[in-house]
């Protein structure tokens, strides 16, 4: 299929996250770019033009997906650009936002560009880096975010480590402000979270395992809120899964102040008792939180007020997985269940369609100054085209992951990937 | 005789049957091993590995004779010195002892969940002596044997645990069994040691001595956990002592008749009254640790009749 190939995705259910409609119709894309959508009348295909029959399944905008990590450099044995992305290929994800927080971390433009050549070669979606916001992620001193910005970086983030030390923080905020460089915060009061690896509650005391107050969220977002009205930096708190950050994530939107907010596919669908008897791969950073939580925010995907889905994809080999809780390490593999996880909110009618898709698509591609995540004429037509219906039981060994850590090992989930468009270009097609 | 249990790791799985079995078949072995009698056949030719990954004195020594009282051949490892330390995972190590096919494990770690990950890669029975704040239910049967003994029951009782709650498996075991077996629970600490939530598990919470400890049956006082705690729990030991501390003036706001337990070692004249401590007529500390190696003893028995079924079952000699 050459760049300048006509395809008509004939009678799709086109999922539209600006309009927040679902219309059946045909979509026309031409050249890489959509051309149009036709839900009124059936369009006529062009001569030459390869119609695909889609048989009323859904065609969305191809998943942006921010904070994927990949294990080059340092631990290609747990991902690598290749793996990382097939499985974001085979679940719909047609970008890739990548984390710094590698060995060593992204924080030069030299790293940047080993991993932008890395990925340009070995990866078949769309890559894109971030750079860490302090050398080495130390916290002590701001990397060269104007040299980084330079080569590539779209937002500048030290992962899942808060930067303790305000005035570093106020500083790196300030000087990204001048570039019009988006920060990525990890939120998060890290003296009171430090050592913990659960929610405290009843579930903690009873695991006797140390547990975390979720207040300690509510208390970093807090204060890089205080620190937005300081710099006016453009800011993204990479994930709130507390209720009680909701009321100042309203606030600090409503005052004006740059802000989004993400969460993990995982908040969404997982609750603190998932853990059960210290099953590992139910650990994540922040830890999952009690149900009450996860309907608040799940309600809060709903309305907008948080803006982005994310799979906050983090490959780890058995071995950092097989210990006591306490040791083992966070975060679980995500490219490619990250949309039929999602479907289960929309099965358990908590959030429709379009805004799902406003979620996981548009959202993340407008707070990256991307032009993809919509079925807007003119946009790239990157596209994943899904049946939300067809039942699956995961198997983990199935994931085109070099890593397996998956919640979801021998879940059932509903919702299969039919196919997914790059730029017009097939990518990924259920075998 | 109700109790099918492979491994003995928390008393949360355990039915009040299985509680009762386990504590009528210590009532037995306590009895004997006052008499003297020996029962040396009941784990002849078992292998007992004792793997303590954090400092043990009396429970150790405990498993230790409650095994040899049985029979079995018994090891005990110290394993803050073997190849834990040569950067070997958990899991190696459980494999490699394994593959030495022992029939009893006794495990200590400081990790929360540890003993059970450990338990998922033998095939021999394991017994949790403590895996970091969870759970240690060998010390809550024995806890519950010596109530037991002293009250004539072990239902309908009020129940103080007192102190350190926050880091102990301890009191989350004896809340655990305490609750199953129908108790009422009063647990006193300062809210620094408080866990989080525990209300939720149906027990009565206080931070003051005089109103927690008013009418109960059973003082238990707990060891105050220096070596688990991170920062300031508590402005200082003398002020603990103070408000906290076990004294005969404390102990007053009690039944009169009102037992008083420690798990021990005893931080005397931090959590407890030194002199009230050595009290025979209100003090059962010392009954706590004969207890301990009986119900060892039975908890032992019971899961070798069951690993001798299993591997019956699977045509595999014992």
């Known amino acids: 299929m050459s760049r300048q190939s006509t395809i008509l995705f004939r009678d799709a259910r086109l999922i539209d996250p600006v309009a927040l409609t679902e219309l059946r119709g045909d979509l026309l894309v031409r050249g890489g770019k959509i051309v149009d959508a036709f839900t009124d009348k059936r369009a006529t295909p062009p001569g030459g033009a390869e119609v695909i029959e889609c048989n009323g399944a859904c065609l969305a905008p191809g998943i942006v997906d921010i904070g994927v990590k990949v294990g080059e450099p340092g631990n290609r044995h747990k991902e690598s650009f290749r793996s990382a992305g097939l499985a974001a290929a085979a679940g719909g994800v047609t970008t890739i936002v990548t984390r710094p927080d590698t060995d060593p971390a992204i924080d030069s433009p030299e790293s940047l560009q080993f991993i932008a050549r890395r990925a340009a070669t070995d990866a078949i979606v769309r890559v894109l880096p971030m750079a860490a916001l302090t050398k080495g992620r130390l916290g002590r001193e701001m990397t060269e975010i104007g040299f980084l910005q330079d080569a590539g970086a779209v937002a500048f983030t030290d992962g899942d480590r808060v930067?303790?030390?305000t005035k570093v923080c106020a500083r790196a905020l300030t000087y990204a402000r001048s570039l019009g460089a988006l920060v990525i915060g990890h939120v998060q009061e890290p003296g009171l979270s430090a050592g913990a690896a659960v929610t405290s509650g009843k579930f903690a005391s009873l695991r006797g395992l140390p547990g975390v107050s979720p207040m300690a969220e509510r208390m970093g977002l807090d204060r890089d809120i205080s620190l937005l009205e300081m710099t006016g930096a453009r800011y993204h708190a990479d994930q709130i899964t507390t209720a009680r950050a909701l009321p100042a994530l309203e606030r600090a939107k409503r005052n004006g102040l740059d802000i989004t907010a993400g969460i993990s596919i995982h908040h969404l669908t997982l609750n603190e008792l998932d853990v059960a008897d210290y099953r590992t791969f139910f650990k994540f950073k922040p830890p999952l939180r009690s149900e009450d939580d996860r309907l608040a925010v799940v309600e809060a995907v709903r309305t907008g007020l948080i803006d982005i889905i994310?799979?906050?994809?983090?490959?780890?080999?058995?071995?950092s997985k097989r210990l006591p809780f306490e040791e083992a390490a966070s975060g679980a593999v995500g490219l490619e269940t990250l949309l039929p996880a999602a479907l289960r909110l929309y099965h358990a009618g908590m959030i429709d369609m379009p805004r799902l898709f406003r979620a996981l698509s548009l959202n993340p591609a407008r707070r990256m100054g991307l032009d993809c995540g919509s079925l807007l004429p003119g946009a790239p037509a990157d596209l994943v085209l899904f049946d939300p219906d067809a039942p699956f039981v995961l198997d983990r060994a199935s994931l085109h992951s070099k890593s397996k850590n998956t919640p979801f090992?021998?879940?059932?989930?509903?919702?299969?990937?039919?196919?997914?468009?790059?730029?017009?270009?097939l990518i990924s097609e259920r075998p | 005789m109700t109790f099918r249990a492979s491994h003995l790791l928390g008393i949360e799985p355990l039915h009040p049957d299985e509680i009762r079995t386990l504590l009528d078949l210590s009532d037995r072995y306590a009895e004997e091993n006052r008499k003297g009698v020996r029962h040396r056949d009941v784990l002849a030719g078992m292998?007992?590995?004792?793997?303590?990954?954090?400092?043990s004195t009396r429970t150790q020594a405990s498993f230790e004779l409650a095994g040899k009282r049985l029979g079995a051949d018994v090891m005990s490892m110290a394993m803050q010195a073997s190849s834990v330390k040569k950067g070997e995972t958990l899991i190696d190590t459980a494999l490699t002892l394994n593959a030495m096919h022992p029939d009893l494990l006794i495990v200590r770690h400081p990790q929360a969940g540890a003993v059970d990950l450990l338990a998922q890669k033998v095939n021999?029975?394991?017994?949790?002596?403590?895996?970091?704040?969870h759970e240690h239910p060998t010390q809550a049967l024995l806890d519950a044997l010596t109530i037991r003994r002293a009250k004539g029951r072990l239902h309908?009782?009020?129940?103080?645990?007192?102190?350190?709650?926050?880091?102990s498996r301890v009191a989350r075991s004896n809340i655990l069994l305490l609750g199953k077996m129908e108790n009422r629970i009063r647990l006193i600490a300062p809210p620094t040691l408080m866990p989080a939530g525990i209300a939720e598990l149906g027990v009565e919470v206080f931070d003051d001595m005089q109103q927690g400890l008013a009418d109960v049956d059973v003082v238990m006082m707990l060891r105050l956990q220096k070596e688990r705690m991170d920062g300031g729990f508590i402005p200082s030991e003398r002020e603990y002592y103070h408000r906290f501390g076990l004294?005969?003036?404390?102990?007053?706001?009690?039944?009169?008749?009102?037992?008083?337990m420690h798990p021990g070692p005893m931080n005397r004249g931090v959590e407890i009254d030194g002199t009230l401590a050595d009290d025979i007529n209100r003090s059962v500390i010392q009954t706590q640790v004969e207890m301990g190696v009986a119900v060892r003893m039975a908890a032992m028995e019971l899961l070798a009749q069951n690993l001798r079924a299993r591997r019956a079952a699977k045509g595999v000699m014992a």
């Open chain 1, 163 to 165: 930067v303790a030390d």
């Open chain 1, 310 to 319: 994310c799979s906050m994809h983090t490959p780890q080999d058995e071995e």
């Open chain 1, 409 to 425: 090992d021998g879940a059932r989930m509903q919702g299969k990937v039919l196919g997914t468009w790059l730029g017009g270009k």
């Open chain 2, 47 to 55: 292998t007992q590995i004792n793997m303590f990954f954090e400092n």
């Open chain 2, 124 to 133: 021999c029975a394991v017994i949790n002596a403590g895996d970091g704040p």
């Open chain 2, 156 to 167: 309908r009782l009020s129940i103080a645990i007192c102190g350190d709650i926050a880091h």
């Open chain 2, 247 to 260: 004294d005969a003036v404390k102990l007053g706001y009690a039944k009169p008749d009102a037992i008083v």
